[in-house]
């Protein structure tokens, strides 16, 4: 047995996977608000961290602060270029420092790609497979690339269950997905971007054929997020139910 809980954390990302023995982080924003789902012994056996903005890896600095221990930092695996404007060097510099700090007291760090065989999964642990989707390596440092071209894309099965999360893709990295990928999700969709128009790429949407969309945003923080449009999308794509977790708080299943 285990759970999903995608998280009400206003406009950015957090979710957390319990298996039988195991916690598991997809990005971390105000995870302070959720610490009675962290585990008391304050060992998380691996955290994601789908790209370098702070609305997704601000809870790091929590995690920190209170002395929890990471066995595998996970992260996108973007190279930073001067003047870039896709990520502030404040939030470059922030994150750097955090993942450093892991590093020291032991945690495996590892900055992937998609996974080159789907043979067996990117990482097979305590009850969970995590497949990784994306990002292409091509695209990730491309001439025009930003961070949201190299934001991790990947699919946590967990018994019966599965949840492709998408932080914040960009539509160039979605649409490569959608492309040259044979199973992307089928059961739960974690939505790119906080509901915006840049991140609703439809051919991503209509291959992942999800049956549930989680969409975790909050109106009024930035103009048009969530989109109307986009929100049409996936209700449009998504067999069963549109989740907001502005509307419907936060979300969760058991496995």
């Given at each position: 047995m285990g759970k999903l809980h995608c998280l009400d954390v206003g406009c950015g990302d957090a979710s957390v996977i319990v298996s039988a023995t195991s916690t598991f982080l997809v990005d971390c924003h105000n995870i302070e608000r959720y610490?009675?789902?962290?585990?008391?012994?304050?060992?998380?056996?691996?955290?994601f961290i789908t790209h370098q903005h702070r609305d997704h890896y601000s809870g790091?600095?929590?995690?920190?602060?209170?002395?929890?221990?990471?066995?595998?930092?996970?992260?996108s695996p973007y190279h930073r270029r001067y003047g870039d404007a896709s990520v502030t060097l404040?939030?470059?510099?922030?994150f750097a420092s955090d993942r450093d700090y892991f590093e020291s007291k032991g945690a495996a760090?590892?900055?992937?790609y998609?996974?080159?065989s789907f043979?067996?999964?990117?990482?097979?642990i305590d009850g969970v497979k995590f497949w990784m989707l994306g990002p292409?390596?091509?695209i990730t440092s491309?001439?025009?690339?930003?961070?949201?071209?190299?934001?991790?894309i990947f699919r946590a099965d967990h018994g019966q269950r599965k949840c492709t999360f998408t932080g914040d893709a960009s539509d160039n990295n979605l649409n490569w997905v959608a492309r040259n990928t044979t199973r992307i999700c089928d059961d739960i969709l974690h939505a790119s971007h906080h509901g915006s128009m840049n991140g609703a790429d439809l051919d991503f949407i209509k291959a992942c054929k999800p049956q549930f969309t989680v969409i975790s945003t909050e109106s009024g923080v930035h103009e048009n997020v969530p989109d109307a449009a986009a929100l049409k999308r996936y209700e449009n794509n998504t067999s069963q139910l549109v989740y907001r977790t502005d509307v419907d708080g936060t979300v969760e299943w058991t496995f």
């Open positions: 610490e009675n789902l962290l585990p008391t012994s304050k060992k998380i056996r691996g955290v790091l600095d929590f995690l920190r602060r209170k002395g929890y221990s990471i066995g595998c930092l996970i992260h404040e939030e470059w510099t922030e760090i590892r900055a992937p998609r996974q080159v043979a067996g999964a990117y990482w097979d292409e390596a091509s491309s001439g025009t690339r930003e961070l949201h071209d190299a934001c991790l």
